[in-house]
């Protein structure tokens, strides 16, 4: 009987090891992937129309990176912030 107590102790302990390994794996790979917006989502997370962000990206103005994804256009959430803080001058916006 006590073999089977220490047996079913060591078989709990290494599923709680592997789980917790796992969790962190999963963590690690849903906080590496970066948020991906789309042109309408981005417009109103900047304050602008689609439109003016569609001719930023076909025109490369004020370098707005873009990430395309077929024929769509998607944006970090990441690169929109950097974008904004390096437009904002001062503690005002360019």
Given at each position: ?94
């Amino acid at each position: 009987m006590t073999q089977i107590l220490i047996f079913i102790g060591w078989l709990a302990a290494d599923a709680v090891a592997w789980l917790s390994g796992f969790l962190m794996f999963f963590a690690v790979a849903v906080m590496a992937k970066p948020e991906l917006l789309t042109r309408e989502q981005a417009a109103e997370y900047l304050g602008v129309k689609e439109a003016t962000l569609a001719c930023w990206a076909s025109t490369g103005r004020y370098g707005l990176r873009v990430v395309r994804v077929g024929r769509l256009c998607r944006y970090r959430k990441s690169d929109l912030d950097e974008w904004l803080e390096s437009r904002t001058q001062n503690g005002e916006a360019r």
